[in-house]
């Protein structure tokens, strides 16, 4: 019987154990990526991607979690967040004059601001003369944050301003070129002139006391500016008392009767045809609104009232019932009194007839 010796088929007569294989180690599992509803990465894979700069979501390199390809949008949510209503800037309407032109402009009026300005565009449209200021000025916001890329270097004037129907100064104001409202009028004039505003409407109710003998041109408007100086005085009432001499034309002398002052002073007296005046049945009586007046408007009103009861035009008067009674600025710079009936106007019973009847 024959022997034999079989060696196993993996090993060769010749090989040794360094010429062996080594086996090859088990590769990386691919990182897969994160799902949303799915469980988190663990921290040692989170640690693992930011230390080789990778993406958090897919474990790609090259990008970073926000710019994913393959991540999914987020969905949107939408939130509403209250904001304070836009409230409308405290303005006031005026005019800017030269010795060549004039320009009506709305007048920002804010007691926030440490000048008064007027905007680059509006300065050179009236061809205002400017001068360097003595520092450059830097406007800055309520936050500390520089309002526009410029600073104030100049300033334009003296030009005219004129707030409502008498009230006129001399100023000088500050350029500000990037500005959006024609003027700007701040804490310096709000100091010096101390008006009561309508906080609605911006207009001016009643100017301060330093107003009066500074700022209206029946006092002390320079006279380059008015050359004529304006009467501020209301439509007096002609008292038959003062002798006044009367020139009659010639072809009205027979009818010289007609003219003389105390029989025209005189109301008509009461005649068989006069004229009631009915109100509409149940409608409510009118009751007069009060108008803001203005220094030298108070004092015209005052001496219209003493004239019109020594006159005895009008009489006191306890009714509950009233008409509103306010100016209206003349060419010659007087104040013509008007009283508002529109409101009794409205509720009188048209009477239609004929004034005359020929036969």
């Known amino acids: ?96 004059s030269t010795t060549l032109s004039s320009i009506s402009v709305v007048a920002l009026l804010d007691s926030g601001s440490a000048g008064n300005f007027i905007s680059g565009t509006l300065c050179r449209q009236l061809g205002l003369r400017t001068k360097a200021t003595t520092t450059p000025y830097q406007v800055r916001s309520i936050t500390g944050k520089p309002l526009g890329r410029r600073q104030v270097r100049h300033s334009a004037g003296p030009v005219r301003l004129q707030i409502g129907a008498l009230h006129v100064e001399e100023t000088t104001l500050l350029v500000l070129e990037e500005s959006t409202a024609d003027i700007i009028l701040g804490r310096p004039w709000l100091e010096q002139h101390n008006p009561i505003l309508s906080w609605s409407t911006g207009e001016v109710l009643k100017w301060g006391d330093t107003c009066f003998p500074d700022c209206f041109p029946d006092l002390s408007v320079p006279h380059s500016l008015l050359p004529t100086p304006l ?65 030298p ?5 005052e001496e219209y009232i003493k004239e019109a009861l020594e006159q005895g035009y009008i009489r006191p008067s306890t ?20 009283i508002d009936y529109r409101a009794l106007n409205h509720i009188t019973i048209a009477i239609h007839f004929l004034l005359s009847q020929r036969p």
């Open 1 to 96: 019987m024959q022997s034999c010796v079989t060696e196993p088929q993996d090993q060769s007569p010749h090989s040794t154990w360094r010429d062996r294989p080594t086996p090859a180690s088990s590769p990386e599992p691919a990182p897969e990526p994160m799902h949303l509803g799915a469980s988190h990465l663990t921290p040692a894979e989170r640690q693992r991607r930011l230390t080789r700069n990778l993406c958090l979501y897919c474990g790609a390199p090259g990008h970073a979690l926000p710019e994913c390809p393959i991540r999914p949008p987020r969905p949107m949510v939408s939130t509403i967040v209250p904001s304070l209503p836009q409230m409308k800037p405290l303005t006031t309407h005026g005019t800017l």
């Open 319 to 338: 009714s509950p019932a009233a008409s509103s009674f306010f100016f209206v600025a003349k060419k010659d710079g007087g104040l013509r009194p008007c």
């Open 231 to 295: 009467p501020v005085q209301a439509t007096s009432i002609e008292s038959p008392s003062v002798h006044q001499p009367l020139k009659i034309p010639a072809c009205y002398a027979p009818f010289s009767d007609v003219f003389c002052p105390k029989r025209a002073s005189k109301l008509p007296p009461h005649r068989p045809w006069d004229c009631a005046i009915d109100l509409l049945p149940g409608e409510p009586v009118p009751r007069g609104r009060i108008y803001p007046l203005s220094i």
């Open 297 to 301: 408007e108070e004092k015209a009103m």
